[in-house]
């Protein structure tokens, strides 16, 4: 229902830290309880869904600064697809590597490349 009603990149903690958003999420809820999910309902949730139509995929390559470059430069070319992850749609685990197809946090990315990470950030 936060999905819907704030989209799907909202978060659940800042719905809950807003007056406002909790009231329109209780409302929502409480109307779809008393009110069913039928085609006939004016809280009908599949219709809602359908009606945000397909996701644009954002494609990221990492463009490594001088310092990583030197740090993780050979280690990326030996797989070019590890320079390569599209974003997903998930909160926890938002970014999908090409090098081995698996979803990863930011940081759990971070964590894949050799070193200690301190010198690896992801750029759009």
Not at 7 to 19: D, I, L, P
Not at 61 to 90: F, Y
Request: hydrophobic content about 35%; overall charge positive; aromatic content about 6%.
């Amino acid at each position: 229902m936060v999905d819907t009603l704030f989209t799907s990149k909202s978060y659940v903690t800042s719905t809950f830290a807003n007056e406002e958003r909790c009231a329109r999420l209780v409302a929502a809820v409480l109307g779809v309880l008393e009110r069913g999910t039928g085609p006939d309902s004016p809280m009908n949730l599949k219709a809602l869904m359908e009606g945000t139509g397909p996701k644009r995929q954002r494609r990221l390559v990492h463009a490594p600064s001088t310092v990583e470059e030197l740090a993780i430069g050979a280690w990326l070319d030996e797989d070019p697809r590890r320079r390569r992850a599209t974003w997903v749609n998930d909160r926890r685990t938002p970014i999908l590597w090409e090098a081995d197809g698996k979803r990863y946090s930011p940081t759990g990315l971070v964590a894949q490349m050799p070193g200690d990470g301190t010198l690896v950030g992801l750029r759009t």
